[in-house]
């Protein structure tokens, strides 16, 4: 069994300031795979990156990148240089050989 | 680039009804995914099919039934609907093997039961 958690019900950045959201994790797979999903407004779920748990290397995409910290199974998102953009709801998730579960997300708001 | 299409895009049903949701996946993808969100909560898997036949099962209610068709696309078969049942319905696809490479969501379909 997946679960995913995410303690940080709501958050909010300033424009071109940094924030990290956070999520940890439990599985019961040993090949599995990490993901941040954003659904703004429109509410399309939109995969923002994904990470390997074989790798050790953190993800990288553009403004976002995670940190993987696979002993403490925590798995958290960093957005450099916030845009307004960048508001929504950002869900983190795990697949293996399971479906994809998600947390309860994380509402992030952004102050021009 | 295609996209996943879902249709309708909003639907209104009343109490005890059917609906039926449709969901066209991504060329060549052949995983197709369904998830429910209710108000203010997170996508919770329901059910996915590969290659036409249920691979995985979730928290589908029993009034809820799915196929893949041999084209891919795939239904979400909704009868005696509840108040409950109220949500956003998404359909996600996947081409397999590179499932964890991430799925691709259409835009949902928002079900309200009146």
């Known amino acids: 069994a997946q679960t995913v958690t995410q303690s940080q019900p709501e958050m909010s950045v300033q424009e071109a300031e940094t924030v990290t959201l956070s999520c940890t994790y439990d599985?019961?797979?040993?090949?599995?795979?990490l993901f941040w999903y954003k659904q703004p407004p429109s509410r399309q779920m939109i995969l923002v990156i994904r990470?390997?748990?074989?790798?050790?290397q953190n993800a990288t995409e553009n403004r976002f990148s995670v940190n993987f910290q696979k002993a403490a199974k925590s798995f958290s998102l960093k957005i450099s240089d916030s845009q307004l953009g960048d508001a929504a709801m950002y869900f983190c998730g795990t697949s293996g050989n399971t479906p994809l579960v998600f947390g309860k997300g994380t509402r992030l708001s952004v102050i021009a | 680039a295609a996209g996943v299409i879902q249709s309708p895009r909003h639907l209104i049903k009343e109490k005890r009804e059917t609906a039926t949701l449709k969901c066209y996946p991504i060329?060549?993808?052949?995983?197709v995914y369904w998830y429910q969100q209710g108000p203010g909560q997170d996508p919770q898997f329901l059910i996915s099919?590969?290659?036409?036949?249920?691979?995985d099962k979730g928290s589908i209610p029993d009034r809820f039934s799915a196929q893949q068709f041999s084209d891919y696309h795939s239904e979400l078969n909704m009868s005696s609907l509840e108040l409950g049942d109220s949500a956003l319905y998404f359909c996600a696809s996947s081409q397999t093997p590179e499932r964890n490479y991430g799925y691709t969501f259409g835009s949902g379909t928002r079900l309200t039961v009146v």
């Open positions: 060329p060549r993808h052949d995983t």
């Open positions: 599985t019961s797979e040993s090949d599995y795979y």
């Open positions: 099919f590969y290659e036409k036949m249920q691979s």
């Open positions: 990470q390997e748990a074989y790798k050790q």
